[in-house]
Structures are given as C-alpha cells and as structure tokens.
C-alpha cells in the first residue's frame, strides 16, 4: 500500500507545482495578467482547497474516492490551454477541490502505523516531486507555452493508473490510533505549531505565486525563476531528509528563531536582485520551512488530530499569502510587498514567544 502512496504523492506533487509555475507564467506571458490576477490565481484554488479540507474534518471521506481525483485534476488542468481568463478561475476551483480530497486521504492511510520513518519517507516522496515539478517548469514551458498542461495531464494519469492497480490494498476506514499520548500536547503548543506552519506556507504562497512576476520584472529568464523556486524546495528536501526518523522539535526558540528568519528571507528576496542573495534567501526559506511542516504532519497524524486540519492551515497559509501578495504588490509594488509580509510574521514571532523572552532576558539579566 505505502509504496503506491508514495508514488502517487510523488506524481500529483508533481503536477501541482508545475502547473502552477506554468500558470503565472502563462498568465502574465499570454494572459497579460497584473499581480492582483495572479494573486486571485493563487487565492482562487487554496481558497476552496482550505474550505473543503475544513469540511472533511468535521465529516471526513470513508472510501476510495481520491483515486480518481488525480484524472480529473488532469483533465482540469488540460483545459487551461483552451479557456479564457474568467473559465481559468471556475478550473482552479474543481482542481482545488479534488486536491483537497487527495492530500488528506493519502495521508490518512499513515494513521494506521505510528512509525515515524513511514510518515518521513512519504515526505521526502511528495517534496521530491515538489522539487522536480518546480524545476522542469521553467524548460518545459519553455518548450510551449501548452507543453506544461500536456504533462499535467500525463503525470495525473499515470498517479490514476498506479492508485486503480492497487485499489484493494489501499483503506481509509481504518482503526484510528487510540491517542494516548494526545493529552500530553497542550493546546498552547498545538496551537503555535499550527500557527508557525501557516506563517512558513503564507510566507511560501507569495513567493510562489507572485516571485516569477518579479523575476520577469526584472529580466530573469523562465527556466532560471523556476530553478529559484525549486531550490526552496530542494533545501526542504535535505531538512525533510534529516527530520526522516526524528520526533516533534519542541525548543521553545523554534518559533521565534523561524520567524526571524521568515523575515530575514522575505528582505533579501524582495530587495535582493543578485543571483547568490536570492538562493541563500530561498534556501532558509526552504530549511526553516521544513521544520514547521515536520512538527505539524506529526501531531496530526501520530497525535489524532485530523490531517484535514494540518491541510487546511497548508491551503489557508498559501492563499492568504499569494493573495496579500498579490493585493500589495498592486498597491505598492513587489519588493515593498515582501518587506510587509516579513514584518507581519516577525511582529506574530514575537508576540507568541513573548512569555519565553521575558524569561530568557530575565534569566540572563
């Protein structure tokens, strides 16, 4: 079973990110899109992906209906190639929706086992697909402005064909585990590591969608904005990596240490213009990252506490973040856009660790 899973979160990773990098790209190339369009884009489909992974874990699905999901996201996507402006929004909303069914399916079938080195395989399999989706678009965009909506296509069908074939040995309806441990997490903690991943996806929302528009602002080529964004997720990778077999990081510094360098990353981006600034800045984007989406998949899985929820923060980070982006780069411009969203996440930093540095500057007074 966890070796299909694997394969189709690889895939569907896959088609995800390079459909989305395609999409702006097409947008602002063919489309002749503003930020404010291109940050709808991204609102569009995060916005109904948070709704209904919201839905389904007050009611979630007890079947195999997410092995069709990847053909019709497919399907969806293909017909990008054909639709004008207003038909591309409506197209974002049933391929988020369907994605919405995929994430939190696959990775309910983890709830079965409470083996760490599983949960860390399964994300090395999707962020590697994070990975290559990121850095082929830029080459195959490049080929046709179609060509990415063609392999959408493709790689969708392949994830149907592996998910049908094992059909019998995949299982929602399982035995959740019996949650001993829940009561050992407090609520506060809970709640800082849910509110730290949404900052790391708010944060990576408006670099996703709204950095290739600054990036052909100011003369990169396609292939070279998509290697930028694939490195984040590269650096991600590497964490994912090292985080494989390893419990929750509970130091009491994550937080404010993440926000920091949340922030640190979001100026070198927005006013970074040479090559090495912007990879560095992408790279502790990318690590710091890692560590906020390894706390929160744990706790929600190991924990029981619902992986729709965990994929809700996910979607709401990205579509307020490519929104808000979007919204200020219009107002403002681009780089004044990311100098506000790092101090948002630095001011939420330190309000949050607000009790644990006064005890460490009282401690050390």
């Known amino acids: 079973m966890y070796q299909a899973i694997y394969t189709a979160s690889f895939l569907m990773a896959w088609v995800g990110n390079l459909f989305s990098i395609s999409l702006t790209l097409f947008l602002v190339q063919v489309k002749q899109?503003?930020?404010?369009?291109?940050?709808?884009?991204?609102?569009?489909?995060?916005f109904i992906y948070t709704i209904i992974t919201f839905l389904l874990s007050r009611r979630p699905l007890k079947n195999n209906t997410f092995i069709y999901t990847p053909i019709a996201i497919g399907i969806f996507y293909f017909l990008i190639i054909f639709s004008p402006v207003p038909l591309i929004f409506i197209i974002l909303l049933f391929g988020g929706a369907c994605y919405a069914i995929f994430w939190p399916s696959v990775q309910t079938c983890f709830t079965a086992t409470n083996d760490d080195l599983k949960i860390g395989i399964y994300n090395?399999?999707?962020?590697?697909g994070v990975i290559l989706g990121t850095f082929s678009a830029g080459f195959i965009y490049a080929l046709s402005h179609h060509a990415p909506f063609v392999v959408t296509l493709l790689l969708s069908t392949i994830a149907f064909c592996v998910l049908m074939y094992n059909k019998q040995h995949l299982?929602?309806?399982?035995?959740?585990?019996?949650?001993?441990?829940?009561?050992?997490?407090?609520?506060?903690l809970v709640r800082k590591i849910r509110v730290l991943n949404f900052l790391h996806?708010?944060?990576?929302?408006?670099?996703?969608?709204?950095?290739p528009k600054l990036g052909l602002l100011r003369g990169l080529s396609p292939q070279f904005i998509g290697t930028i964004i694939g490195v984040i997720f590269t650096s991600r990778f590497v964490a994912f990596f090292l985080l494989m077999d390893?419990?929750?990081?509970?130091?009491?510094?994550?937080?404010?240490?993440?926000?920091?360098?949340f922030f640190i990353s979001c100026v070198?981006?927005?006013y970074g213009s040479h090559p090495i600034i912007i990879l560095i800045s992408v790279i502790i984007l990318g690590i710091t990252g890692a560590?906020?989406?390894h706390n929160s998949l744990l706790i929600h899985i190991k924990y029981n506490l619902k992986p729709e929820i965990h994929e809700c923060i996910l979607g709401a980070g990205t579509f307020f973040g490519s929104l808000i982006a979007g919204l200020l780069g219009q107002i403002f411009n681009l780089p004044s856009a990311y100098i506000i969203i790092g101090s948002f996440v630095l001011i939420v930093g330190l309000w949050h660790s607000r009790h644990y540095l006064f005890s460490f500057l009282f401690q050390n007074s």
């Open 171 to 188: 299982f929602l309806d399982i035995k959740q585990p019996s949650g001993e441990t829940k009561e050992h997490l407090s609520p506060i």
């Open 201 to 211: 996806f708010f944060v990576s929302g408006s670099v996703f969608y709204l950095y």
């Open 246 to 261: 390893k419990p929750l990081i509970l130091h009491p510094a994550v937080f404010i240490l993440s926000c920091l360098l």
């Open 291 to 293: 560590f906020a989406y």
């Open 268 to 270: 070198m981006i927005g």
């Open 124 to 128: 090395l399999f999707w962020s590697a």
């Open 33 to 46: 899109s503003g930020p404010f369009i291109i940050g709808l884009v991204g609102f569009t489909g995060n």
